[in-house]
């Protein structure tokens, strides 16, 4: 496991922890004893996750917007005061474009998911080197969400696809980087989990061939579960890729 406090709890950090995948990470990570600064853009179910989890004075709200920079300080500083250090990053915000055709994708709607995926997720991973390079002891870990969409693209994703996989070059960038500061960088590629965002898959989604198909989904709580497993190794392991998906949705080749 990674370092911990002296009343041994590691700390971690989980962005877009209100809702779907973060939150079912941040409360697999509270479940095991983790202290978890819960971090997103509303405030409200920041704190309903909190208090679902149980976990009193370990679950630290604060939220943050990571395509800001000066919000992503704040909330790094935050948790450096509050719990004396961060072992875990969990880089999971993120958001996609409504499915139009490429050529009518609005630049402000391509600059906003830009700004969110891939610049937030920069924002966080430096503040984290700054951080886990600094401490003592020295290091942590950072597991950024990916997609199966950093490998596979569905019709009319070109945003959503385009930053997905470009965070499989910071992943490989930043875990070359983190090695010199026993910093671990491995990146989650989760495929059709059971949240908000993936309800649609159950109501049908174009596929490759221009059908409408119906995909299954997966309990989210197996993210979590995933997540965890990844957090769990000592620095000298590290889980690079990890791909968590339904059994039978489409992906290779989207079929």
Known sequence: MNQKTGDGAPIALVTGAGTGIGKAAALALLGAGYRVVLTGRRREPLEAVAQASGAGDRALVFPADVSDEASV????????????????????????????????LPLA??????????TGMFLCIREAFRVMKAQSPRGGRIINNGSISAHTPRPNSIAYTATKHAVMGLTKTASLDGRKYDIAVGQIDIGNAGTDMAARMARGVPQANGEIAVEPLMDVGIVGQSVLYMASLPLEANVMFHTVMATKMPFAGRG
């Open 109 to 118: 709607t391509w600059k906003n998911v830009v700004d969110t995926n891939l």
């Open 73 to 104: 300080q704040a909330l790094f500083t935050e948790t450096v005061r509050a719990f004396g250090r961060l072992d875990l990053l969990f880089n999971n915000a993120g958001i996609s474009a409504q499915g139009v055709l490429l050529e009518d």
